[in-house]
């Protein structure tokens, strides 16, 4: 979602609209027609919970992966070769 308009203000007290509308971008004078805060934040609150369910699945299948790799012969080499790869 794009940021809506906004006014971005110089040190100097210069204000430039950043537009975040298509019918402001084309005519700054325009009427704003970016989505309210409300629905904003109702599309905001979705993506939250959208990325806690994929934090849960993720965190589930962590623990699937870990509880594999420690009853695997060769879990703790496998381990340290993917732990050496994620410190790169
Ligand atoms: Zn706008």
């Known amino acids: 979602m794009p ?3 906004h006014w ?5 007290g210069t ?3 950043i537009p975040g509308c298509a019918a402001r971008a084309h005519d ?3 009427e704003c027609t970016c989505p309210s805060t409300a629905s904003q934040l109702a599309f905001l609150r979705a993506e939250l919970d959208a990325v806690r369910r994929d934090y849960r699945r993720f965190r589930r299948w962590h623990h699937c992966l870990l ?3 420690r009853t695997h012969p060769d879990g703790p080499a496998i ?6 790869g994620h410190r790169r």
């Open 3 to 5: 940021r809506p308009c």
């Open 28 to 30: 700054p004078d325009a």
């Open 79 to 84: 381990y340290a070769t993917a732990q050496k």
């Open 8 to 12: 971005h203000e110089e040190p100097d």
């Open 15 to 17: 204000r430039t609209l």
């Open 67 to 69: 509880d594999a790799l």
